[in-house]
DNA sequence: ACTTCTCCTGCAAACCTTTGCAGTACCCCT
DNA sequence: AGGGGTACTGCAAAGGTTTGCAGGAGAAGT
């Protein structure tokens, strides 16, 4: 029913292959002659089919972006940073959720192989060597994990968790908890140990929970158990497993930062909603998903027109496959106190904030969230 | 590169056809031929070419799903559900965000429209007559817009707003306002036109601010002008505006709900966790992923495999085009309270609950929110 | 032994484009 | 008049798959 190159080309008297040239390449075509062909394809309604002519050109201009949950408003602002970079240099952005399930995930790899240029994988929960055979199908670009060989983009929650830890252990706090992510996540085996190692240097203990499912509710669900723990502190995967446990905390009647303090990931706008506002380790999300966008374009330059003369030439360009590493800061609000260890003379939630520089500055997005007005709203102080 | 169907039919020594029926008709080739071309297939790392198979079936199993803002937390939901609906029937979901721009929608319907069997368009900002047009190029399912010939699935705003004003109303406020959603948006000019009528009927009077962005920041920046209308209650567009809202209007010093009392629309999860808790119309945005994914779908049995023996018979089976409309409901919590006009024994953000049946079953996703060991925790009252 | 079936496989057209190559027409120079 | 451009257009192959049709082989029925 929907018009083809073929009605077009009937309509307004040429043959098809002026018809495409119209349309992908202007300048080769009689001024007149376009013109017809523009008139008859408008009238007609014509669309040039993406899915033929990606099937012979070898590109779609499409780039498909996996996520683990798109419900955890971590991944937002870095999937509106990749597509508005796309969109910039003229490709779309297809968004697909994988439930935290890695079956899903490879599902969805392939569903989508043939119909964009390459896949995002971000935080994927799949096998190492999964990936990479996958990567075999389609140009990958992992997010948030590193996977040899591969191009990636990961941030260093390493050091956020060492930051955190650091925070906690200067703060006075002896037994930390943390509160681990989902099964298969890079990144919370990143924290990890990172984590394990500070609090070992700093001669604090250190108690693993987990794995847990990287939400709210699986925050919530943790909260007895982190005070059975003993742990006067608490890092966790995520912000909203931190907000989560502050509910639960709250629930079983413990104040924070007086008895528990509280250190999330990732920085969420909503860790600045929560009272207390949360403690938490910002991780560069935007920044990740532009500079994913133009790992995989770049990489993507040895384009396939048309088999060609077959497979001569070094086809194996696989020139060297970068691994982007971007910066975190501690950004520290109000969910961590003083503890037990702590100098005497100290008290209050923000007592630490003059051991580190004081610049106000906090990238988020809500330019209002400190409305100056109100309450003495003490500016967020950042460390990095 | 990748090993295509004939690759593999060199391999196996059969005709690609062989190939071909191999994968898509199994039951039509001699399981030892079958075993053997699933053998090489396997070792070639051979995968059908789905843009090629969509191609010539006509079917691409692919869903595509385009709304406003993928940071709204609105829409999570309505996306999960639309993806484990559409994951049964066996088809695939990608999402696309428009930042909230009509050509960004229009160029992604385009971009969409030959890879996937159908466009759920979701709280679409394009015209009418554009959206009709587009419809003609791809199958077509709108949400939360009514578009002539078109199926839809709405939810029911209208009925939403009545009860928010009535509930207001009943309160005792006399004085009202409403911050209307962005230009464009269907579902403000639904919840306009009936907040209208309801606060006509009850003799209240009504300022209409806007069109505003809907977002945080949007509710924030209008606090100000929302005072000086001099009204003691206010319905927003969304919660995210009503979440601003409350913000802002902390930092001009008024309290909510004594001074000024606020409702929201949507009912997302993070209405329950501010303070005070959010009073707002529930919207069921998962059905309507689900339902959107149906109707698609079951509009969509009329495939064109092959163009066959041309456009013989009728080729023009435009059935009933459906539009479902899903009900709300108002859920009262605790940022609303009584008006000036209201009887004088009557105080407190709760007090207008008994007027309703009190059905504290809240179909909210965190089944955590009320603890229950600690603060009185009033429970959700619904009314729809 | 002949027909009729069933089961399997191959052939080739079709889906909608893009693009290298070749051909035509015309203009400009010398 | 002849040579060399330039500007445009047509031809046909190619891309990877599906599928109606027909043919071959063997089994079963008469």
Redesign the interface.
């Known amino acids: 029913?929907?018009a083809t190159i073929r009605d077009v080309a009937r309509a307004s008297g040429v043959h098809i292959s002026t018809v495409s040239r119209t349309f992908s390449a202007p300048h080769l075509v009689n001024p007149e002659t376009r013109n017809r062909v523009l008139a008859c394809a408008e009238r007609l309604?014509y669309?040039p089919?993406?899915?033929?002519r990606?099937?012979i050109t070898g590109r779609?201009?499409?780039i498909?972006l996996i996520v683990a949950d798109?419900?955890n408003?971590f991944f937002?602002?870095l999937?509106?940073a990749a597509?508005?970079q796309a969109?910039q240099r003229d490709y779309?952005?297809?968004?697909?959720?994988t439930?935290e399930d890695p079956a899903?995930e490879e599902?969805?790899v392939?569903?989508?192989?043939?119909?964009v240029d390459g896949v995002l994988l971000c935080s994927p929960r799949m096998s190492n060597s999964l990936i990479e055979q996958l990567s075999?199908?389609v140009p990958l670009v992992v997010i948030n994990r590193q996977v040899a060989g591969l191009p990636a983009v990961v941030m260093d929650v390493g050091q956020g968790a060492r930051l955190a830890i650091e925070h906690l252990t200067g703060l006075g706090h002896r037994d930390l908890a943390l509160l681990a992510g989902p099964r298969g996540s890079w990144t919370s085996r990143e924290i990890r140990r990172s984590a394990t190692a500070a609090a070992r240097a700093a001669e604090a203990r250190l108690t693993v929970l987990g794995p847990n499912a990287p939400t709210?509710?699986g925050g919530?669900a943790m909260a007895e158990q982190v005070r059975r723990t003993g742990a006067t502190a608490v890092l966790t995967y995520n912000d909203l497993m931190a907000?989560?446990l502050l509910?639960?905390l709250?629930?079983?009647?413990l104040r924070v930062p007086q008895d528990i303090s509280v250190v999330g990931i990732d920085d969420i706008?909503?860790s600045r909603?929560?009272?207390p506002k949360l403690t938490t380790v910002a991780t560069p999300t935007a920044a990740a998903g532009r500079t994913a966008v133009d790992m995989l374009l770049q990489h993507d330059k040895s384009a396939?027109p048309r088999t060609g003369r077959g497979?001569s030439g070094t086809?194996d360009d696989r020139r060297t496959t970068a691994q982007v590493t971007l910066q975190t800061e501690l950004v520290i609000r109000d969910s961590t106190g003083v503890g037990p260890a702590a100098p005497a003379h100290r008290a209050g939630p923000a007592a630490a904030a003059d051991r580190y520089a004081t610049s106000p500055a906090v990238p988020g997005s809500?330019?209002?969230a400190d409305?100056?007005?109100?309450a003495p709203a003490t500016p967020d102080v950042v460390v990095s």
């Open positions: 029913m929907p309604g669309r089919n993406r899915a033929a990606a099937l779609t201009h499409n498909g798109i419900a408003p937002p602002p999937i509106k597509e508005s969109r779309h952005i297809f968004v697909a959720d439930n899903v599902d969805l392939h569903a989508l192989a043939k119909q075999r199908e709210e509710d919530f907000i989560g509910e639960g709250d629930a079983l009647g706008a909503l909603l929560t009272r396939s497979r086809s809500h330019g209002h409305p100056g007005s109100a």
